[in-house]
């Protein structure tokens, strides 16, 4: 069943909770971050993950990112940056009321690990495929002129160009859709995604990722686009307390059997260590 939490700023955000089935509650939690777009209505691989997770006996939460799904901005605060994101990141793990372990796919891997390094208290990080450097010109400089085209009103072209390093045959897919209006609609939810891969391009990984206490695990996929393993590895050399692996998945995704698996067995790790 679908529950709502307000922020501070007002912005109202729907999650789902998936609880373990132990009469004492789960002694850890795991709070899923979506990338670029997607939402819990179009997103049934990371439900079912949730699930299975809380059939581990560990809570799982998943949540529509502010402005997406069922989730709603505040009224007349329109601006969806990396700060407001945050915020609710925050909100949502003192919701899991356990030791959370974040869980970011691809940008929602770059806003884990900037929650985290931001003080939002988490006993572990999990990032799936968080593409670094894949970016022309570096991520600095699309992320700016993504932001000045959304900022200029024009929705579709700085959907293009957020996906512009993307497999071409994305974009059409995107173009083709019937939700394409809706997709073009949501483009001010990436300002935050954009943002935070902006934020791990600014500096040397292991500067940003210093103050993270937490064990943080990078995974990428079996089957996977060039440059994902590395970046997972990177991240991991990064992180105080980081490794990297790789579970089944292909073409961005997750297998979800395999994945609630490895993140159950973090998650129970990751609450050892801190206690």
Do not use: K, N
């Not at 949540?63 to 700060?83: H, I, M």
């Not at 297998?255 to 998650?267: D, G, Q, W």
Request: proline residues 6%.
């Amino acid at each position: 069943m679908s529950r709502t939490i307000t922020t501070a700023r007002g912005d109202v955000i729907a999650y789902d909770h998936h609880l373990a089935a132990h009469p004492r509650g789960a002694d850890v939690a795991t709070v899923f971050i979506a990338g670029a777009g997607p939402f819990r209505a179009v997103d049934p691989l990371t439900t079912e993950t949730g699930e299975r997770l809380a059939r581990a006996g560990i809570d799982a939460l998943v949540f529509d990112r502010t402005g997406r799904g069922e989730s709603v901005a505040a009224s007349g605060d329109p601006l969806l940056d990396l700060d407001r994101e945050l915020e609710v990141i925050r909100a949502v793990v003192d919701v899991a009321d356990a030791p959370a372990v974040l869980c970011g796919h691809s940008s929602g891997a770059t806003l884990a690990l900037a929650a985290a390094s931001a003080g939002v208290p988490v006993a572990g990080v999990v990032t799936w495929e968080a593409p670094l450097h894949g970016f022309t010109g570096g991520a600095t400089a699309w992320a700016a002129e993504f932001t000045r085209l959304l900022d200029a009103g024009e929705r579709e072209r700085a959907l293009e160009q957020y996906m512009v390093d993307m497999p071409a045959e994305w974009l059409e897919s995107v173009r083709q859709s019937p939700e394409f209006p809706m997709t073009v609609a949501q483009t001010p939810t990436l300002r935050a995604d954009a943002a935070s891969l902006a934020w791990a391009d600014s500096a040397p990984l292991p500067e940003l990722l210093g103050g993270i206490r937490a064990p943080v695990l990078a995974l990428a996929g079996t089957e996977t686009f060039p440059g994902m393993v590395d970046a997972a590895e990177e991240i991991a050399a990064a992180a105080p307390d980081g490794r990297a692996d790789r579970v089944a998945g292909a073409d961005h995704a997750w297998e979800p059997a395999a994945m609630a698996e490895r993140l159950a067995t973090f998650a129970r790790e990751a609450v050892r260590v801190r206690a």
